[in-house]
């Protein structure tokens, strides 16, 4: 990795919808080894954030980096360290769980040998082995909850980019979600969340960012963004909400 | 644009291909039970009573290479248009987009499905002519040549179908309102020499005309036009075609918003 201090950096990013600037102007930077909350109301620009620096929107000014890679000039060396757990489900219908893990493993370089292995360690580690042979459509919600995680995590990325990972969930499934989030980020990974979970993002992360309109209002480590307050009253302070 | 990522673009190779086997009651077998239905009862039941003004050569030897390269033609595009619409549509193309693949290989990966799909529905189209009547291949490595110029041509073609579809109605438009009407004109079924002067002129405009000719010549050594211009509208359009996919890739057009 070329800077192996700062694992994502945005700098002047702006992003138009027609005549709708969803993002203007971001700036912030998450260093390697955060847990970083990244938080706003609907339609502030959360995901659109998480769609520009994974690569899947486009973006009208600024430039975004991971680990000094530029997304968009060097988007293949960018892409092997981020893993995506989307907000929605989007597997393909034709393949088993555990084919659809092996193949997107595959997809990033690791052969088929290593990446069933792989697909198993995390299938068991979700709860999902008894399902192994099963179409998505066979799953629960909770359980393509878990398997989206299983597959943001199959090419063993730098950093986790959740898009509200709890939506929906138990709380058993939670829980365990948080542990092994927990888990990942003492082992050194970087996780760039993103929820409507206030207890959530107290109870787990390191640095909060609040996005309001496309424009960051808030950022910082969690003791300096809460100053004593709760996470709610922040965020509703800092967004107008009431 | 080297292959950097092989394993990627094997795996992303392998699950299109696979995909099609998958659904061979689908995808494989309609094509070839249809052309065996043509070369009966066009080929076998009617041909001897056709005056296609062509000696040395049956009508059912005239029309296998025609039906060979139309379902060529039209398996290669399906494959890549359905594949990466579906794709599309369910959304579960990011799993292609957030990995490390390059625009190229993305491209690439999804070209082996539609010519590997294309080359199994030649080659049965081929083999259910021979119980009719045994065709020799007359140019085995130019077939072979024309074979991979036509699949990659459609197959990509395909990629722009789905990019440019919004809904399963305008997946087909391009197949059923361009792409078949050009290849039937092409000389599917008759020689170019048998349409009015005029439309016979207009043919020479008509790029299908000379992908069929180009496989007819390999198989039976028979031709209506330049070889030369034959290979040369086949690699001209490869190239573009493989072009624009790589490009619309690049963009992300309808990919990206």
Not at chain 1, 27 to 49: H, I, M, Q, S, W
Not at chain 1, 164 to 190: H, S, V
Not at chain 2, 56 to 73: A, D, E, N, S
Not at chain 2, 211 to 233: E, K
Request: proline letters at 4%; aromatic letters at 12%; glycine letters at 8%.
């Amino acid at each position: 990795m070329r800077n192996s201090d700062i694992a994502v950096s945005i700098k002047n990013l702006t992003k138009f919808y027609g005549d709708l600037k969803a993002l203007d102007n971001v700036n912030f930077e998450v260093k390697r080894g955060d847990f970083f909350a990244f938080l706003g109301p609907n339609g502030a620009g959360k995901t659109t954030t998480i769609n520009i620096l994974t690569g899947l929107s486009n973006y009208n000014a600024g430039e975004v980096r991971v680990f000094g890679y530029n997304t968009t000039i060097e988007y293949q060396q960018t892409r092997r360290l981020l893993g995506l757990c989307a907000q929605e489900f989007n597997f393909d219908p034709f393949l088993t769980i555990h084919q659809l893990l092996v193949y997107q493993a595959g997809y990033f370089g690791i052969t088929p040998g290593s990446a069933s292995k792989r697909a198993d360690e995390l299938l068991a580690r979700f709860q999902l082995t008894e399902k192994r042979n099963c179409k998505h459509r066979a799953l629960s919600g909770g359980m393509k909850k878990r398997l989206l995680l299983c597959r943001a995590l199959i090419h063993d990325p730098e950093v986790l980019i959740l898009d509200e990972p709890t939506a929906g969930c138990d709380l058993e499934l939670k829980y365990l979600i948080w542990d092994y989030l927990a888990q990942l980020n003492n082992e050194g990974k970087t996780i760039f969340l993103t929820t409507h979970n206030m207890e959530e993002a107290e109870k787990l992360c390191k640095t909060i960012g609040i996005i309001n309109q496309g424009r960051i209002v808030r950022i910082g480590e969690k003791r300096a963004v809460l100053q004593d307050k709760s996470l709610e009253d922040v965020f509703l302070e800092v967004t107008g909400g009431e | 644009m080297l292959i950097t990522n092989p394993v990627g673009v094997l795996s992303l190779s392998k699950r299109e291909i696979l995909r099609f086997i998958s659904l061979a009651n689908q995808t494989v077998f309609p094509p070839i039970v249809s052309s065996t239905l043509f070369m009966y009862i066009f080929g076998v039941a009617l041909g001897s009573r056709i005056d296609f003004g062509l000696s040395g050569i049956t009508y059912l030897g005239f029309i296998v290479p025609g039906l060979m390269t139309m379902h060529l033609i039209s398996s290669s595009y399906e494959n890549t248009s359905s594949s990466l619409f579906i794709a599309r549509w369910h959304n579960h193309i990011q799993e292609v987009l957030l990995s490390p693949l390059s625009y190229f290989e993305m491209v690439l990966g999804l070209l082996a499905g539609g010519v590997a799909r294309g080359v199994v529905v030649l080659l049965g189209v081929y083999v259910s002519s021979l119980i009719f009547t045994p065709i020799p291949i007359a140019h085995p490595f130019i077939l072979t040549y024309f074979i991979l110029m036509i699949a990659m041509i459609f197959s990509c073609a395909g990629m722009l179908g789905a990019l440019w579809a919004e809904d399963f109605g305008m997946l087909s438009v391009w197949n059923v309102y361009l792409i078949i009407p050009l290849v039937l004109l092409g000389g599917v079924f008759h020689p170019i020499d048998m349409l009015p002067e005029p439309v016979q002129v207009l043919s020479q405009f008509n790029p299908m005309f000379y992908l069929v000719q180009g496989i007819r010549f390999s198989v039976t050594g028979m031709i209506q036009t330049s070889l030369v211009s034959c290979i040369l509208v086949a690699l001209i359009m490869a190239l573009f075609s493989f072009y624009m996919a790589v490009y619309l890739f690049k963009i992300g057009y309808k990919l990206r918003v």
